[in-house]
């Protein structure tokens, strides 16, 4: 039997992550955020959903390389980790096609995502 390499093991843990609602809700809110990121208490205000609740689907998130928190004075503030969503999006799409050209690939004109508009 053929072992998983690491980058299988990496897009395993992060499609494993967003597959529960309230993270996939959580990392999109995040993605929305942008670069400025958010606090979790602002997450949990926007989701509807205890503070509490929210820590462990954020550490989940964290634990899958698809967020970063930064301490900014007595806070945290969470940021979607664009590198890594593209690498995983980069990764599903990488022989698409038969590797001939198509519009299915994903592309990004916003800032984050390293292009300015």
Known sequence: MKTTTHQEDTTLRALA???QVQRLRAFRELVVAGPEGM???TIAERMGMSPSALSFHLKELA???LVNAEPRGRHL???ANFERMN???GYLTEH???EEPCEVAPTCTR???GETT
């Open 63 to 65: 634990r899958a390389e």
């Open 87 to 89: 690498g995983l999006l």
């Open 17 to 19: 992550a967003l597959s």
């Open 96 to 98: 698409c096609c038969a």
């Open 111 to 113: 800032s984050v995502c």
């Open 39 to 41: 606090t979790p208490g």
């Open 77 to 79: 503030i969470y940021r």
